[in-house]
C-alpha cells in the first residue's frame, strides 16, 4: 500500500512515522504541496492519498486521481464536505475519515474560546506586557448558572456539553437526533436553544440544509450579550450577517476557530501575502472578537489519534474488510 501524503506539516510527519513501525505494508510519502486539481497528478503509481479539511477535492481532482489509478482517499479528519463523493462513487474510489479522534480536545478549545473571549485575556495579554494595569473593557460574565445552547450533540457536541455542565450551567440543546446518555441536557428546537442560552457553541456539520444557519434571522433571535462560538465550520455561519450583529452590539464576545473562505490560510504562515480576503482583519477589528485558526483538533493526543485510525483505514481496505463507521459515501 503506496501512500502520497499532501500537505505535509512536520508535526504530521512526525505523528505519523511513530506509527508506521506497526505498519509494515505501509509505505508513505510527504509532500508539502496541497492536492488541488493541478497537484492531484503527482499520485500517479499510488494506492491512496491521504489529504486534509482545507484540500480540494471537487470533481476535477477526483477525476484525476481516478485516471491515475488511486483507489482510496484518506482523510486524516472528520470533515468531508470538501470531498465530491459523488465523483468518488461514480469513479469507485473509497473514502474513508477519521470520524472521532478526540472530541474532547475540539471541546477544550471552544470551551477555551468561550473564556478568552468572555474576559478579553487576548487584550489583557498585550497590555500588560505593555505595563497598562487598568481593567477598562475586561469586565467578563460569570458563566455559572447560565445557560449553555449546544447545537449538536454528537462526539464533540457531548464533550462540549459536559464541560459546560461542569461549569454549574443550564445546558440545553438541538440536534435532530438527542443523546440520551446526556441526561442533564434538556433538548428544545433550534429558536428556542437560541432564544434562551447565553452561551451558544455549534458542534454540528455542514451540509445543504444548515448553510448559513447563523444569519440575520437567527442572530435576531439570540440574547443580548450572548457569547457565541464557532469550531464545526466557517459556513454554518453568514459572516456579514455576524459582523452585523456584532457591530449592534449583540454579542459579549464572539470566538471562532473556523470562519468562511479560511481555506487558503489554514495551517499556513501568510505574513507575506497581500490576502484575497478581508475576512479576519474586519472580524478581529472588532475588540470582543477572538480566531484561531482551526486548532481546535491540535493535540498530542488527537494527531496520534488521527495517525492510527488512518493507517488502521488503509489497512483495513488492503484486506477488504473496511470499517463502515469510517467510511463516507
Ligand atoms: P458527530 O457526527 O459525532 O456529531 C454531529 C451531530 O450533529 C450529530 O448528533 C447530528 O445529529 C447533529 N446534527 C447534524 N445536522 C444538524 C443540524 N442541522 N442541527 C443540529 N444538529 C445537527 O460529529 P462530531 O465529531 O461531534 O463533529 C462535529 C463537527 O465538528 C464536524 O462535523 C466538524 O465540522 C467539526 N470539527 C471541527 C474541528 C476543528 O478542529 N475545528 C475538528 C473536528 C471536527
Redesign the pocket.
Known amino acids: 500500500m503506496k501512500i502520497l501524503f499532501y500537505d505535509a506539516k512536520q508535526y504530521d510527519i512526525e505523528s505519523f512515522n511513530k506509527q508506521l513501525k506497526d505498519y509494515p505494508e505501509i509505505t508513505v510519502d510527504y509532500i508539502e504541496t496541497d492536492i488541488n486539481e493541478r497537484t492531484a497528478s503527482l499520485a500517479d503509481g499510488y494506492d491512496a492519498i491521504c489529504a486534509f479539511?482545507s484540500s480540494d477535492l471537487g470533481k476535477n481532482t477526483i477525476k484525476t486521481l481516478g485516471e491515475k489509478g488511486v483507489s482510496l482517499i484518506l482523510m486524516r479528519?472528520?470533515?468531508y464536505?470538501n470531498v465530491d463523493l459523488a465523483t468518488a462513487d461514480d469513479l469507485g474510489i473509497t473514502v474513508l475519515r477519521v470520524?472521532?479522534?478526540s472530541?474532547e480536545?475540539?471541546a477544550e478549545?471552544a470551551m477555551t474560546l468561550a473564556m478568552c473571549v468572555n474576559r478579553r485575556i487576548h487584550k489583557e495579554y498585550i497590555k500588560v506586557r505593555e505595563n497598562n494595569f487598568s481593567l477598562v473593557g475586561l469586565k467578563g460574565l460569570n458563566f455559572y448558572g447560565k445557560t449553555a445552547g449546544i447545537?449538536?450533540?454528537?462526539?464533540?457536541?457531548?464533550a462540549m456539553a459536559r464541560i459546560c455542565h461542569g461549569f454549574g450551567m443550564k445546558v440545553i440543546a438541538?440536534?435532530?437526533?438527542p443523546?440520551k446518555n446526556l441526561d442533564f441536557i434538556e433538548y428544545k428546537e433550534?429558536e428556542e436553544v437560541l432564544r434562551e442560552s447565553d452561551l451558544i457553541s455549534l458542534?454540528?456539520?455542514?451540509?445543504v440544509?444548515?448553510y448559513h444557519?447563523i444569519n440575520a434571522k437567527t442572530i435576531s433571535l439570540m440574547k443580548d450579550n450572548v457569547i457565541f462560538v464557532n469550531?464545526?465550520?466557517g459556513e454554518l455561519v453568514d459572516t456579514e450577517d455576524l459582523i452585523a450583529g456584532i457591530r449592534s452590539k449583540k454579542f459579549h464576545g464572539v470566538g471562532l476557530?473556523?470562519y468562511e473562505e479560511e481555506g487558503h490560510n489554514v495551517f499556513e504562515n501568510r505574513e507575506e501575502d497581500i490576502l484575497e480576503s478581508s475576512i479576519t482583519a474586519r472580524l478581529l477589528s472588532f475588540p470582543n472578537v477572538i480566531i484561531t485558526s482551526?486548532?481546535?483538533?491540535?493535540t498530542e493526543e488527537a494527531l496520534e489519534a488521527i495517525s492510527r485510525t488512518t493507517l488502521d483505514n488503509a489497512m483495513d481496505f488492503k484486506k477488504g474488510s473496511i470499517n463502515q463507521m469510517n467510511q463516507v459515501k
Not at 438541538?174 to 437526533?177: A, E, R
Not at 482551526?294 to 491540535?298: E, K, W, Y
Open positions: 479539511v479528519c472528520a470533515g464536505n470520524p472521532g479522534y472530541p480536545a475540539v478549545h447545537i449538536g450533540t454528537g462526539k464533540i457536541g457531548a438541538y440536534d435532530k437526533y443523546n433550534l458542534h454540528c456539520p455542514l451540509t440544509e444548515n444557519m469550531t464545526s465550520r476557530d473556523v482551526h486548532q481546535a483538533f491540535f
